[in-house]
């Protein structure tokens, strides 16, 4: 089992850049985990949007139309972590970021397929 805490979410201007991390929990074999990104917009407290992912072996990374150019999502096996570099920001970026994991499985745009989720780090982009 594997314990996840994101941070690194704030209020942000339209256009700027942020860093969202994925702290995995000591005991994790971080390595055995496709860990996903998905986001909560404002007002639809009951969708979760997928946002990036990447495999187990670094071999793909897959990003939703909306963010593609703009995200990068990478890992840290060694630091049992992951990242969301965020830049070129717009307002409908705001949300509720959380990460996720799946246990030796494919990274998927599905968030049904994952096991694990952090509680989430909050994104406010304005204008």
């Known amino acids: 089992q594997v314990q996840l805490t994101e941070s690194g979410g704030r209020l942000v201007q339209a256009g700027g850049s942020l860093r969202l991390s994925c702290a995995a929990s000591e005991r994790a074999s971080f390595s055995d985990y496709a860990i996903g990104w998905f986001r909560k917009p404002p007002g639809k407290e009951r969708e979760r949007e997928f946002v990036?992912?990447?495999?187990?072996?670094?071999?793909?990374?897959n990003y939703s139309d909306s963010v593609k150019g703009r995200f990068t999502i990478f890992r840290d096996d060694a630091r049992s972590a992951s990242f969301l570099e965020m830049t070129s920001l717009k307002p409908e970026d705001s949300g509720v970021y959380f990460c996720?994991?799946?246990?030796?499985?494919?990274?998927?745009?599905?968030?049904?397929?994952?096991?694990?989720w952090g509680q989430g780090t909050q994104v406010t982009v304005f204008v």
């Open positions: 990036a992912a990447v495999s187990r072996t670094l071999d793909r990374t």
């Open positions: 996720a994991a799946r246990y030796r499985g494919q990274s998927s745009y599905y968030s049904g397929d994952y096991d694990y």
